[in-house]
């Protein structure tokens, strides 16, 4: 299914695409790929971190950039939407995903990326009427891809693997 993918096919039907596993198993590792791939066939691609974009969302709000960032959003071709249900969703959250997928459903391919298995996804949601219409636009057209195994960090560190330092700046 992988090398499916890399054709690019999926963004111009504007499907979608759920990786799920357990952490470190190379659900945003393979997400990044996905999008870069994306990039390189010529599609805008934008990579976001969901707890984070939720702040920002926020601020966008509070400053009057909520509904340019929407649009935005909405014409980009592949939105990557990483650590889907790592923390529990608000109103406002609900409300806010609702409206990008809404904008992108049937017009933009959506990634996601989630420790949590696909059929938990309408319990982390939270509320009932507005996890059906989320996961209506989100799951009915995506590829759905399950990651297995130890987390790869867990395997570099047993096997002697290091990381580039960090570097201050």
């Known amino acids: 299914m992988i090398a499916s993918l890399a054709t690019g096919q999926w ?12 952490t470190g198993a190379g ?8 999008a870069q791939m994306a990039c390189r066939l010529g599609f805008s ?6 707890p984070r974009f939720f702040r920002d969302l926020a601020i966008a709000k509070g400053d009057g950039r ?7 959003l ?3 071709d592949l939105v990557v939407l990483d650590d889907w249900g790592l923390a529990p969703l608000t109103d406002e959250h609900r409300r806010d995903l609702l409206e990008l ?3 992108r459903h049937g017009r933009r391919a ?5 420790q949590l298995p696909i059929d938990h996804w309408h319990t982390a949601i939270g509320e009932p009427t507005l996890a059906d219409a989320i ?3 989100l799951v009915h057209n995506a590829y759905k891809i399950t990651l297995k195994g130890e987390s790869m960090r867990k395997r570099l560190a047993k096997s002697g693997g290091s990381r580039p330092p960090k570097t201050d700046h």
């Open 11 to 22: 963004i111009r039907s504007h499907d979608n695409v759920l990786i799920v596993g357990p």
């Open 27 to 34: 659900k945003t590792y393979l997400a990044c790929a996905l």
């Open 45 to 50: 691609a934008l990579y976001l971190r969901l």
């Open 66 to 72: 909520y509904g340019r960032v929407l649009r935005s």
């Open 74 to 76: 909405a014409k980009t």
């Open 101 to 103: 997928l809404d904008d």
């Open 110 to 114: 959506t990634l996601v990326a989630s």
């Open 135 to 137: 996961l209506d636009r």
